[in-house]
């Protein structure tokens, strides 16, 4: 069983950055990060292969968000640039069980472990 932690999450100015974190308790294969704003369902952001080489995003956030991973440590980031007020939502990290080395998974139905989220939100 893996257990995922979110950290980082806060209120910020529009412009602002912050660093997202996911701490896991055991090892993971591919990971992802999804938001879910309130009234709206859980959304895509980026995803990280297990090696880290191959990182996906969705289209919208192209340029100003970053995922990366320390395998040494069993942490995920996600680094968001140029926040925005519509990037306000609960973010959540999640792992899968096994995978691909190099392959990134964009759908939530494909992954098996989920953090409980942080929560981000960008005042104009």
């Known amino acids: 069983q893996v257990q995922l932690v979110e950290s980082g999450g806060g209120l910020v100015q529009a412009g602002d950055s912050l660093r997202l974190s996911c701490a896991a308790s055991g090892l993971t294969f591919p990971m992802g990060w999804f938001r879910q704003a309130p009234g709206k369902e859980r959304e895509f952001v980026a995803a990280?292969?297990?090696?880290?080489?191959?990182?996906d995003y969705a289209d919208s956030l192209k340029g100003r968000f970053t995922i990366s991973r320390d395998n040494a440590k069993n942490t995920m980031w996600l680094q968001m640039n140029s926040l925005k007020p519509e990037d306000t939502a609960v973010y959540y990290c999640?792992?899968?069980?096994?995978?691909?080395?190099?392959?990134?998974?964009?759908?939530?139905?494909?992954?098996?472990?989920w953090g409980k989220g942080t929560q981000v939100a960008v005042s104009s």
């Open positions: 999640a792992a899968r069980s096994s995978g691909a080395t190099s392959r990134t998974y964009t759908s939530a139905n494909e992954y098996l472990y």
């Open positions: 990280i292969s297990l090696n880290g080489g191959v990182k």
